[in-house]
Every structure is written in structure tokens, then in C-alpha cells.
């Protein structure tokens, strides 16, 4: 690990403005404690110490951060030196996390520019479409700064004497309510991390900020390079995209600059379709108003639930082919959502434990609308009853299943048990219920039995 040399002369390093407590208003009240203790440790230990990032961002904007970043002159080494509550870890970015219980406090030593190409000496490397494969050059505050993605997230509050350091425009830039891309060239930040461009989604949303006009004009043309990053990377911002609590107008967004499609190219696809797609895609807007709702009254929400509605018409596509190709329905729907996960995890991945999960939620569905008897009652107990429920009226929402049906579940939850075995016994239900691939076939006990599905992951939707 290099230490910036401080004697080096580097283009234009700029002077930042400085903003005093008086200015910036931020009160030490509205940061965390433990990210607090960290920068006083940091600061005691004679190292340069700042709050950065997303933390400074959102308290300017008077918002309550959702996580609180360092950034510091001391090596990760250095930090692990000081806390025994420390881990190291990334390779991409070598990064130290220290502990506290369940919290984690991210600190980031300050970081050199990677776009000289001379001696490289293994610390920082790049892929053939630009991508930065490995940073881990150190150096002073201002080159960190302008390394950092937006100005607005390349603030440093410092903890030496409560200032608001800004290298970049990012107060103005906040006060005016622009998200712009630091540095001239917008193409090369953009192909050094495609990323880039859902951040800029996400915090457009999230924030209310404009995109500014030449960023927009970079990601429309750069969006197809979404395939070039890692699926499991994509896993994670696709959370954050939809978990932000802005997910609808973030589909809307990635539909606009053509972000959407690279990553889901089937939903797309289905999305596409003059005949059927806007109802089909509405049923993803119902589940992301749900999960918007459910963010924004800070209740729990499940990452396999998102994925089981982003995949949706995929599978009830892929499963008519079949139907229509003579397949029976159980083993057609079965083969369906195996195969579209397949397809989907080579563009943005899906950990088992939630594809499972996602499994789970669909194959309900059918299981939903057949049940009756002792087995509506069964179904009450299974683990993901309440995701499979959930999931079906959303879908009668989107006129994709029979309002009808998610009424008589919402009823039969709420009798006692003796109601319960009248209502599941009465067979009242559904009578007009529309299948979607075509006439359903006498039923046969066995496909309609249960699923072996595991009870990890806890409470979806
Ligand atoms: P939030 O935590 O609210 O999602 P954030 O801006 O803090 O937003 P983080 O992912 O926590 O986002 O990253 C912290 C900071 O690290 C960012 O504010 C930014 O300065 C820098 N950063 C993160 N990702 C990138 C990136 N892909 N390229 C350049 N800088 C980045
Ligand atoms: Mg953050």
C-alpha cells in the first residue's frame, strides 16, 4: 500500500470551501455515537478523521442518514490498530469495519487517484472497458474527494474542528438540487463503475435530486454496460434501488434510461408486450407501492419477495409456452421457474437462500387458489403463507388473479377455528377463478402437494 507522497504536484488539486459550524448547521446531536467515538479515537490518535459520504449528504438535507461512513489518513492497519472491535475486509476497496453489536461503522482509508497509468504496482487496476478492478492506491483528502462518484456525496465533515470541507461544489450543487458527476469527463467515471449510473437512479429518487443534463446524456448512452458488472454487485444495488423507499419512480427511471433491460432482460421483455405488457408490469408497480408503503412505515421487507415480483411474468410466460407445448401444469410451472432463475442469475444474481424463498412465493400461488378442506388450513402454518397471501393480492390489484380469492383468504385468517373449518369446507370460493395457462386439467393429489421448501429467511414481504 502506497502512501501519497504529499510533495507530489497533482493537476489541479483544488482548494476546497470551507463551511463552519455556523454555516452548515449540522449539529453533533444528529450523528451517531459510535460513529462519533470512532472519529474522536481517530482524531486523538493524531490521525485526520471526517464523516463523509451519505452521512454528511443526507444531514444537510436534513435527513436522517442511513449509515454513517469515515473516511481517514490512517491505513486500514492503522485503524485495526486502534479498535479490537475491527475487521478488515474488501479487496476491490480495502476497507475497515469496526463493530459495535449489530452496527457496523465503515472506515475508508483517503484514496489516490487510478487514472495515471505509471508504475502500477499491482494496487489499482483496470478491465479493458475501463472498469476499476482494484483501488487501493492511499493518498491526501483532496484526491479522495475527487475520486468519489457525485459532489454531493463528497463532503467531509471534520471532527477536528466541526467544518464541512467541500473539494467539489457539492454544498451548491445540494443547494440547488443537482446531482452531477465529479470530474469533466463524465463517460470515463461512468465506464470506470456502470454502478455509477443506478446510484444515480437511487439517489435522484431517494432525494429529489435532478440528474444533471450531461450525466442523463452519459448513462442513456452507456446503460447497456450494466451487463459488464458482477451479478452479485447487482444483487445489492437492485436492493437498494427498490428497498429505498422511492421504488417505483426507480423503475420508472431505469425503464427511461434503459437500465432496466439489461438487467432483466426477460421482465423487459414481458414488459414489452403490446397485448399484455402494461398489466403485467402493473402488477410490479402494486408490489413496489407495497414495498414503498411497508419502507416508509419502517416495517420489514424481503429481498426474495422484490425478486419473486420483478420475475413474475417471466415465469407466467415461460410456463404457458409449456402448457400450450402439452406439458402438464404442475411440472410446466416447475420447469418454468427453475429455468427463468437460471437465466436470470447469469445477468444479476440471486443467493439460494432467497431464490428459494422465491420459489416458495410462486409455487403458493397455485396452492392458493386450489386449496380447500383441511388443506386451506394447512396452508395457514406454511412458513411463507403470509408472502404467498401478500403476493396474491397484489396480483388481483393488477387484475392478475381473482379479487374474489385474496377477499375469501383475507376473511378466512381472521375466523376463529371453528369458521375456519365451516369456510374451508364450504369449497365457496373461487369458483370463477381464471387459470392462467388455459383449462385446468382434473386435479392430481400428488403436484398439488407440498413443497419442500426450507423455513430460513424469515418473514418475506
Ligand atoms: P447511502 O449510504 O445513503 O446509500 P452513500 O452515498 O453513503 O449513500 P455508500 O455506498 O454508503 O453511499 O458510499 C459512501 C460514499 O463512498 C459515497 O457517498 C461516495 O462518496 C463513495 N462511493 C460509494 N460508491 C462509489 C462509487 N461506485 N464510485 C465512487 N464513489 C463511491
Ligand atoms: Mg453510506
Not at 432525494?207 to 452479485?232: F, H, K, S, Y
Amino acid at each position: 500500500m502506497t502512501q501519497a507522497d504529499p510533495a507530489t504536484p497533482s493537476a489541479a488539486i483544488p482548494e476546497p470551501r470551507v463551511y463552519s459550524r455556523e454555516e452548515h448547521g449540522i449539529s453533533r446531536a444528529a450523528i451517531d455515537d459510535n460513529a462519533l467515538k470512532v472519529l474522536y479515537r481517530l482524531r486523538d490518535a493524531g490521525y485526520r478523521a471526517c464523516l463523509v459520504g451519505g452521512g454528511v449528504r443526507d444531514l444537510l438535507l436534513g435527513r436522517e442518514p442511513k449509515d454513517f461512513d469515515i473516511a481517514t489518513d490512517a491505513t486500514p492497519d492503522q485503524v485495526r490498530g486502534l479498535f479490537r472491535n475491527c475487521r478488515l475486509i474488501g479487496r476491490r476497496f480495502r476497507l475497515a469495519h469496526v463493530l459495535f453489536g449489530r452496527e457496523v461503522i465503515e472506515v475508508a482509508t483517503f484514496r489516490a487517484p487510478h487514472d495515471e497509468d505509471d508504475d502500477n504496482d499491482g494496487q489499482v487496476a483496470l478491465s479493458e472497458e475501463g472498469r476499476i478492478l482494484r483501488d487501493n492506491r492511499y493518498g491526501t483528502i483532496e484526491q479522495d474527494a475527487v475520486r468519489r462518484d457525485f459532489s454531493v456525496n463528497a463532503l467531509y465533515y471534520d471532527i477536528d474542528d466541526f467544518s464541512v470541507l467541500d473539494y467539489t461544489g457539492g454544498v451548491e450543487d445540494l443547494r440547488e438540487g443537482v446531482l452531477r458527476l465529479i470530474g469533466d469527463d463524465v463517460e470515463t467515471r461512468l465506464r470506470e463503475d456502470p454502478v455509477r449510473m443506478l446510484r444515480a437512479v437511487r439517489f435522484s429518487a431517494k432525494l429529489g435530486l435532478r440528474i444533471a443534463p450531461e450525466v442523463e446524456a452519459g448513462i442513456r448512452e452507456l446503460a447497456g454496460l450494466m451487463q459488464t458488472v458482477a451479478p452479485a454487485r447487482l444483487f445489492d444495488e437492485v436492493i437498494k434501488l427498490f428497498h429505498s423507499g422511492a421504488a417505483v419512480t426507480c423503475l420508472d427511471e431505469l425503464e427511461r434510461f434503459g437500465l432496466f433491460a439489461p438487467m432483466f432482460p426477460e421482465a423487459s421483455e414481458c414488459f414489452a408486450d403490446p397485448e399484455l405488457g402494461a398489466e403485467r408490469r402493473q402488477f410490479l408497480v402494486e408490489s413496489l407501492l407495497n414495498t414503498d408503503k411497508r419502507i416508509n412505515e419502517e416495517l420489514g421487507v424481503n429481498p426474495a419477495f422484490l425478486y419473486a415480483a420483478i420475475l413474475w411474468a417471466p415465469v407466467q410466460v415461460a410456463a404457458a409456452r409449456r402448457i400450450e407445448d402439452g406439458e402438464q401444469e404442475i411440472p410446466a410451472w416447475q420447469q418454468a421457474m427453475a429455468e427463468v432463475l437460471d437465466r436470470q442469475v447469469k445477468t444479476v444474481s440471486i443467493p439460494k437462500r432467497f431464490s428459494l424463498i422465491v420459489r416458495e412465493i410462486w409455487e403458493l400461488q397455485a396452492r392458493l387458489e386450489r386449496a380447500r378442506g383441511g388443506r386451506a388450513l394447512r396452508l395457514l402454518t406454511h412458513p411463507r403463507f403470509r408472502a404467498g397471501y401478500d403476493f396474491l393480492c397484489l396480483r388481483a390489484r393488477a387484475g392478475d388473479a381473482d379479487p374474489e380469492l385474496c377477499r375469501w383468504w383475507t376473511e378466512f385468517q381472521e375466523k376463529d377455528e371453528g369458521e375456519q373449518k365451516q369456510m374451508a369446507g364450504g369449497g365457496g370460493k373461487g369458483k370463477s377463478r381464471a387459470r392462467r395457462g388455459g383449462r385446468r386439467r382434473k386435479r392430481r393429489r400428488k403436484g398439488d402437494g407440498e413443497v419442500g421448501g426450507s423455513n430460513d429467511g424469515g418473514d418475506a414481504a
